[in-house]
């Protein structure tokens, strides 16, 4: 008597499909796991590139309706329902340059955990996955005269990497979702 080998299961299939998918993507495999990698998202706030780790990024959304909350800050651009949840969406440029972003139908927000409640902030593009190494990070950020390290970014940004030329701040979602005068948005 035979036995028949049985069907694979669904988590079986996953794990070969991401293991296939990994095979095609041109010098990623081995990388996933080497010493010195950051991987996290791409994005333009103004005219700065940022990036921000995997895990302070909860969700991408797109622009939903928003419905103005009076009397909240200016960068407060007021309250939207996503899935039945009523979020407070930040347009982040105004909290951190002053400069209201102006609003398009393409625009992505990053959906941010914070204390009391997920935030989503407004950003002006999305680059998508972002991977930098080692030689490409910025050894001194207080020397680089770019104005990624200066104003109200310098708190937010520890880490820097240039690639082709062109600066990314490492920017930090979770101190900015802890930062007092972000948590209150009422004026």
């Given at each position: 008597m035979s036995r028949k080998a049985s069907a694979p299961g669904p988590f079986d299939l996953l794990a070969d499909y991401e293991r296939r998918s990994l095979e095609h993507v041109a010098g990623l495999p081995e990388q996933l796991?080497?010493?010195?990698?950051?991987?996290?998202?791409?994005?333009?706030?103004?005219?700065?590139?940022?990036?921000?780790?995997?895990?302070?990024?909860?969700?991408?959304?797109?622009?939903?309706?928003?419905?103005?909350?009076?009397?909240?800050?200016?960068?407060?651009?007021?309250?939207?329902?996503?899935?039945?949840?009523?979020?407070?969406?930040?347009?982040?440029?105004?909290f951190l340059e002053g400069e209201r972003t102006v609003l398009h139908e393409s625009q992505r927000c990053l959906l941010v955990r914070q204390p009391g409640g997920d935030v989503a902030v407004l950003i002006d593009e999305l680059f998508g996955q972002r991977s930098f190494t080692e030689p490409q990070k910025v050894a001194d950020l207080q020397a680089a005269e770019d104005p990624l390290y200066q104003g109200r970014y310098a708190h937010f940004v520890d880490v820097a990497y240039r690639v082709d030329e062109q600066p990314w701040g490492i920017f930090s979602l979770d101190r900015l979702a802890r930062t007092p005068e972000f948590r209150q948005a009422a004026g």
């Open positions: 796991d080497a010493p010195g990698l950051w991987r996290g998202v791409g994005y333009r706030v103004g005219a700065r590139r940022l990036a921000s780790g995997f895990d302070e990024v909860r969700e991408i959304l797109p622009l939903p309706q928003i419905t103005p909350v009076p009397g909240a800050q200016p960068w407060m651009l007021g309250v939207a329902n996503v899935r039945g949840n009523l979020l407070p969406i930040v347009d982040l440029k105004q």
